[in-house]
């Protein structure tokens, strides 16, 4: 009896099992449908991610719009009065870039948390200088057609008649800090979820440049974009773009101070 | 837990396929056609394509609309430019004014170019570019005292950012029905021009 049990068994064909999703035959567990469906595009998170950005965006260009209008509203203060409306606008972009933080925090954690290869924040200082360089380039390039402007030179000097850290903190610290959790941070974090690599650089570069509201400083804040991004999608954090940052606004002050004084 | 029909093998809910025979269960397939809410994607090849071609349909205006901000932008620069420099008495900031209209026309053609290729980046490019602009030309307007009524253009600007915003939309649920084709082995449809 048991010798007909085995031979049973041993004639018997091998189960077939179909995959009850997709119908394919004797797949592996779990069948590869399963993990394509995982990987299934999700157009409401990817909507999300871009409500998200072009939100934090319009934001941002209305702090700006109202700080470029109270400024000429406010044109004949006193010193005093003109930095106090220096340190309020810097408090303001900032506390627009927290509030976005704090809603967008899980889009922004992971390029916190990492601080990438220590070649990235060795790079970012030698990028920092690349980038002064084809800005000073571009301004020279204007200068025919609207003459030589002091105007930056100007602010920075006013600021630093209360202090050289005044410069230093508003003009180098805050965007270093604030510009690259808005753009690198939250918005290059956002987009690269929709985006492709080159396009989820290019696109927050091309909001960085013109959200500065100048438009001959457009040519060279897009470079600077596009280096600033790129460091961010390499390096994986925003730390070495924090540091071009600085390093390139710092070249502004000192430049500042050279030629300005 | 329905049963195949053809093998009568219990099967778990949700199956669409019996695990023992490999036939299609009936009890799981829906009887009608499936209706699409604005964040579904299609799944059968018909409805892809007809998705594709109704979310090419919605991103058409902004293209065309990116298209025509780059013409005018570049003759109304080319112009600027030619008053400039056939009349040495004009002022000279009109020059200027004419390199930048013309390079803001070079961009948005350039977007519109890019936008054939791949909606989703050149519409939100486009879209902060052209609502950046206006807050500065509204910048400009208050600050240079000037009593210009821009009623009429303002329904215009509100017309052109609502083309772009439309097609921001459209271009994410694009995006995500093409990388599903891909996915699942099918060959997507291209924008179409």
């Known amino acids: ?261 | 837990m329905p049963a195949c029909p053809h093998c009568s093998t219990p099967n778990a809910d949700g199956s669409k396929f019996c695990v023992s025979c490999g036939r299609a269960v009936p009890a799981a397939t829906r009887t009608g056609p499936r209706i699409l809410t604005d964040n579904d994607l299609a799944s059968s090849s018909a409805g892809q394509t007809m998705q594709l071609a109704e979310l090419a349909r919605q991103i058409k205006p902004a293209i065309n609309t990116l298209l025509v901000l780059g013409v005018l932008h570049g003759i109304i620069g080319a112009v600027l430019l030619v008053i400039f420099k056939s009349d040495t008495s004009v002022d000279p900031s009109l020059g200027l004014m004419g390199g930048i209209v013309g390079a803001l026309g070079a961009i948005f053609l350039g977007l519109s170019f890019w936008a054939r290729k791949n909606p989703l980046p050149a519409s939100i490019a486009g879209l902060t570019i052209y609502v950046t602009v206006t807050a500065i030309d509204v910048i400009m307007i208050i600050t240079s005292n000037t009593a210009v009524s821009f009623g009429g253009g303002l329904l215009i600007r509100a017309f052109i950012i609502g083309a772009l915003a439309r097609a921001v939309s459209a271009a994410v649920k694009h995006r995500a029905l093409t990388r599903q084709m891909a996915q699942e082995g099918g060959q997507p449809m291209r924008m179409a021009a």
């Open chain 1, 1 to 261: 009896m048991q010798e007909s049990v085995d031979a049973v068994l041993e004639i018997a064909p091998p189960a077939r099992v179909f995959c009850p999703q997709c119908g394919a035959l004797n797949v592996q567990s779990p069948c590869p449908c399963t993990l394509r469906r995982a990987r299934a595009p999700d157009p409401v998170a990817d909507t999300a991610s871009v409500k998200f950005c072009l939100g934090l965006y319009f934001f941002l260009l209305a702090a700006c719009g109202v700080i470029q209008v109270v400024a000429y509203v406010e044109r004949d203060v006193t010193p005093r009065e003109a930095l106090a409306y220096d340190i309020a606008s810097t408090a303001v972009i900032s506390l627009t870039v927290l509030i976005g933080a704090a809603t967008g925090w899980r889009r922004l954690g992971a390029a916190l948390r990492t601080v990438g290869p220590p070649k990235w924040l060795l790079i970012a200082p030698l990028g920092a200088c690349a980038t002064f360089a084809f800005a000073v380039f571009v301004t020279r390039w204007f200068e025919p057609l609207l003459g030589k402007s002091d105007h930056e030179a100007r602010g920075v000097l006013e600021m630093a008649a209360w202090g050289w850290w005044v410069p230093v903190l508003l003009v180098c610290v805050q965007p270093a800090v604030f510009e690259e959790l808005a753009f690198r941070g939250l918005i290059q974090g956002s987009l690269a979820n929709v985006l492709s690599g080159r396009d989820a650089v290019l696109v927050p570069a091309v909001m960085f440049a013109i959200l500065h509201l100048s438009p001959l400083s457009f040519p060279h804040l897009l470079v600077t974009g596009i280096a600033l991004g790129l460091l961010r999608q390499r390096s994986g954090s925003v730390y070495p773009g924090m540091i071009l940052h600085f390093c390139h606004n710092g070249l502004v002050v000192l430049a500042a101070y050279f030629t300005g004084g």
